[in-house]
């Protein structure tokens, strides 16, 4: 069983910068993606990012230039850098491990004031 724990949410304001983590532990793969979600209040469930096993990232055009996804194997962690926040990016973030199993993180709120 894979359990997941995410931080680093908060309130910003416009134009500031968090940094997410979601630490796995318990029966984790040493080959997996990881994938960052948001979802604001009355939307639907976006992709924000993804690192696949070897590294590679993509980020939607939405974020693009703005977030950065990246990971630590060594702590079967994954990190979502996020810059020039915008009120429009106030949403809860999930993580999601995609190895053997899919795992979602519990969430974690970012609020950015204009």
């Known amino acids: 069983q894979v359990q997941l724990v995410e931080s680093g949410g908060g309130l910003v304001q416009a134009g500031g910068s968090l940094r997410l983590s979601c630490a796995a532990s318990?029966?984790?793969?040493?080959?997996?993606?990881w994938a960052w979600y948001r979802q604001a209040p009355g939307k639907q469930r976006e992709l924000v990012g993804t690192?696949?096993?070897?590294?590679?990232?993509n980020h939607p055009g939405s974020v693009k230039g703005r977030f950065i996804i990246s990971r630590d194997n060594a702590k079967n962690t994954v990190y979502l850098q996020m810059n020039s926040l915008k009120p429009e990016d106030t949403a809860v973030y999930y993580c999601?491990?995609?190895?053997?199993?899919?795992?979602w993180g519990q969430g974690t709120q970012v609020t950015v004031s204009s």
């Open positions: 318990g029966s984790t793969s040493s080959s997996n993606a």
């Open positions: 999601k491990y995609l190895g053997p199993t899919v795992i």
């Open positions: 690192i696949t096993t070897g590294g590679t990232i």
